[in-house]
T-cell receptor
Framework: KQEVTQIPAALSVPEGENLVLNCSFT??????LQWFRQDPGKGLTSLLL?????REQTSGRLNASLDKSSGRSTLYIAASQPGDSATYLC????????????FGRGTQLTVWP | NAGVTQTPKFQVLKTGQSMTLQCAQD?????MSWYRQDPGMGLRLIHY???????DQGEVPNGYNVSRSTTEDFPLRLLSAAPSQTSVYFC?????????????FGAGTRLSVL
């Protein structure tokens, strides 16, 4: 069974800092990996998807890297803003189990002005 | 384009009652799934469907039924609600299970079973 661990569990930083959120997973036989954002009381919003053949993806101030062989992914957030405050979830996916995602518990991020 | 729509947003049930959580998507997605999210735990897969007429169990299927009569709809039925089913339920969909396909989530249904 795929086990997903996200470190740190919580992070509180002042505005402007560059951040690193870590995700590790036990089964490297994945098709892709998605990073999601979840605001309190809301659903999940997909931020980035990295296919297993890719090493990284970028969207604006966000950059996600994937090292499939070592079972690790990292989400970098540049120049953090208070609006980035949310829980960030990592979810590797296995096509062999029909698109199923496995979720970590998330990193709760607070960016204060 | 509404995306993935879940109803109701909130529900309170008494133990033993039954209900159906609705999920509809307007993106012509083949793959749909239901997850539950509990405090301190990651989302866990309940049931999923790879197309109309095809469903299968996920990680925590007990106490839940699903059916997929149309591409658009994937309702989740609680047969006899129990306090352990108090949770937030999310429906998700994607075009296929391919590596390049993003999964889209609904806003969730918050269920309390008393």
């Amino acid at each position: 069974k795929q086990e997903v661990t996200q470190i740190p569990a919580a992070l509180s930083v002042p505005e402007g800092e560059n951040l690193v959120l870590n995700c590790s997973f036990t089964d490297s036989a994945i098709y892709n990996l998605q990073w999601f954002r979840q605001d309190p009381g809301k659903g999940l919003t997909s931020l980035l998807l990295i296919q297993s053949s890719q090493r990284e993806q970028t969207s604006g101030r966000l950059n996600a890297s994937l090292d499939k062989s070592s079972g690790r992914s990292t989400l970098y957030i540049a120049a953090s803003q208070p609006g980035d405050s949310a829980t960030y979830l990592c979810a590797p996916g296995r096509g062999s189990t029909l698109g199923r995602l496995y979720f970590g518990r998330g990193t709760q991020l607070t960016v204060w002005p | 384009n509404a995306g993935v729509t879940q109803t109701p947003k909130f529900q309170v049930l008494k133990t033993g009652q039954s209900m159906t959580l609705q999920c509809a998507q307007d993106m012509n997605h083949e793959y749909m799934s239901w997850y539950r999210q509990d405090p301190g735990m990651g989302l866990r897969l309940i049931h999923y469907s790879v197309g109309a007429g095809i469903t299968d169990q996920g990680e925590v299927p007990n106490g839940y039924n699903v059916s997929r009569s149309t591409t658009e709809d994937f309702p989740l039925r609680l047969l006899s609600a129990a306090p352990s089913q108090t949770s937030v339920y999310f429906c998700a969909s994607s075009y296929s299970q391919g590596a390049e396909n993003i999964q889209y989530f609904g806003a969730g249904t918050r269920l309390s079973v008393l």
